[in-house]
């Protein structure tokens, strides 16, 4: 068994999450009419097939008409999303990865021209200098409605299968209830803590109703606005505690700061030129002093910071979500001891800054993020690098050249299918049958010694006769250590040539292609 940190099983109440790496709740605005369907859960999926221990999907959903988003998010006030996150569930969940998501009202956080023109609602009449809407200050029948949609939104969660579900409370409603620049209520909702707390508890209290005892529930809350005359690091560890002593939540998830405006919201997810994990010793604070399940993520770009987080003791799971933007299959490559080819996410923001532009999210580094429908990712297709060969491999019906012609090729064997001709490796003695081909170039390195044969194989055509040879095949140098793997362009044989395959990764058969003469 691994000794990396990252690798180690975490218990989280009944839910044994497969390793210490979470993707927490995010918008990339892929819903189609408030709806997660085809391409957001394909983007989830995706993920969940690299290791992924637990996704979080919405940032955040809305759980009530009059939060309408101001970007495309989720509505969770509508039945119809029981279906839709059911599906997700069950595909991740196929995968061996949990999956929750993330409730909201937005209260100040919106728009009066959004959704349905409702007014907007807050516990004070404060406006957000984002969003710029003037709220209406919350009535005792909005406080008890709102509370009631809570507890809705949660039991469509229970009903579509999820392991449970995050309330988000920083610049959302519960935290304009937490913070005295926002809140002003009387008692019992308004005044001292305990009382500016008392809505996220009601909240709390109707979800645990609705949902049982073992319906997970965490709350992602600010710890310290970083505001004056808002609340301090000394107020967000008494928060800390009083949310552990409820007995209401399974888990903390803990950021630092406020995104009220675009510089507090910088300091909240901070970009390229900024440091990394600038809240990681905060959140390992929280977790010393609560002794309570914590989670965070702030700029974790990076597998070194992650393990560091975990096996410092600061966080129990460390979160890696716009790291997973640039690179889904990261776990993956942890587990193949492959950290090297970890795509990196620099912080550009190209992510966020479409969504707030009315756009879906994308990323600068990954071209295939939120295309997965169109475009898979990198690992969609197994790969083979083959370097340092030394003498000839027996595999039933296959085999690797021991010598090299002068011209530094490998030399023409043919055996069972697989022919290495030259710069070529057809699959198949019957050409117009191949429907996986390869195409190995074995060159000479610096040293005149290695051979190196790349090859791709659509490893889903398990009915392909040449491709369960060169599953073999690469069984056995994997084996030996002679290889290790690598994402390469499927490639097609046709009568003019080979040419690169595009398109869905699905079917080659059917994919588009622009020959090369070999």
């Not at 109707?206 to 690091?233: A, I, M, N, Q």
């Not at 998830?253 to 905060?282: E, S």
């Not at 987080?309 to 690179?327: P, W």
């Not at 587990?335 to 912080?347: M, Q």
Request: neutral net charge; contains cysteine.
């Amino acid at each position: 068994m691994s000794t990396d940190p990252l690798l180690q099983p975490y218990q989280l109440k009944h839910l044994t999450l497969r390793n210490r790496i979470l993707i927490t709740s995010h918008e990339p605005a892929y819903p189609e009419d408030g709806m997660p369907k085809d391409r957001y859960r394909a983007y989830h999926v995706e993920r969940a097939k690299a290791g992924v221990a637990l996704t979080m999907t919405a940032g955040s959903a809305s759980v009530s008409r009059d939060s309408p988003p101001v970007f495309n998010n989720i509505l969770a006030w509508k039945d119809e999303v029981v279906g839709h996150m059911k599906k997700l569930a069950r595909e991740c969940h196929d995968e061996g990865c949990a999956v929750m998501i993330q409730l909201t009202h937005l209260g100040r956080r919106t728009r009066w021209d959004k959704g349905d023109w409702l007014p907007v609602v807050s516990p004070g009449y404060e406006r957000e200098p984002a969003h710029r809407a003037f709220p209406k200050k919350m009535e005792d029948w909005d406080i008890a409605r709102i509370i009631e949609d809570y507890g809705d939104a949660a039991e469509r969660m229970t009903a579509a299968g999820l392991d449970g579900i995050e309330l988000e409370a920083y610049g959302h409603l519960l935290d304009q209830f937490f913070s005295p620049l926002t809140n002003d209520q009387d008692a019992p909702y308004g005044g001292d803590l305990d009382n500016r707390m008392r809505f996220a508890f009601d909240v709390l209290r109707e979800v645990r109703r609705r949902c049982g005892e073992e319906f997970l529930v965490g709350v992602r809350y600010s710890g310290d606005e970083c505001l004056p005359g808002g609340f301090g690091k000394a107020d967000g560890m008494a928060m800390s505690q009083k949310l552990k002593d409820s007995e209401l939540v399974d888990f903390l998830n803990v950021v630092r700061g406020h995104i009220d405006t675009d510089p507090g919201l910088t300091d909240v997810i901070p970009i390229q030129g900024m440091r990394n994990a600038p809240h990681l010793d905060f959140a390992g604070e929280i977790r010393a002093a609560t002794n309570f399940p914590t989670f965070h993520a702030a700029k974790i770009p990076d597998v070194a910071t992650a393990r560091h987080a975990i096996a410092s003791g600061k966080l129990d799971m460390v979160g890696m979500t716009r790291a997973h933007m640039a690179d889904p299959h990261i776990v993956a490559k942890v587990l193949r001891g492959e950290e090297d080819r970890i795509r990196p996410c620099v912080g550009a923001n190209y992510c966020l800054d479409r969504i707030y532009q009315g756009g879906m999210a994308l990323c600068l580094h990954n071209p295939a993020t939120g295309r997965e429908l169109e475009q898979p990712q990198d690992g969609g297709y197994a790969g083979v690098d083959l370097c340092g060969l030394r003498g000839a491999i027996d595999v039933p019906g296959v085999c690797v050249p021991r010598q090299k012609n002068s011209r530094g090729k490998a030399d023409h064997l043919e055996k069972v299918g697989l022919k290495f001709r030259g710069a070529v490796v057809v699959l198949g003695a019957d050409k117009s049958a191949a429907r996986v081909v390869l195409r190995c170039r074995a060159g000479v390195a610096e040293d005149a010694e290695n051979l190196r044969i790349r090859a791709a194989v659509e490893w889903r055509d398990v009915g392909n006769p040449a491709a369960t040879l060169l599953a073999q095949l690469v069984d056995v140098l994997i084996d030996r250590g002679d290889m290790r793997r690598v994402p390469i362009r499927p490639l097609l044989l046709t009568e003019e040539g080979v040419g690169h395959a595009s398109g869905h990764g699905g079917n080659l058969s059917e994919s588009r292609f622009k020959s090369i003469r070999i």
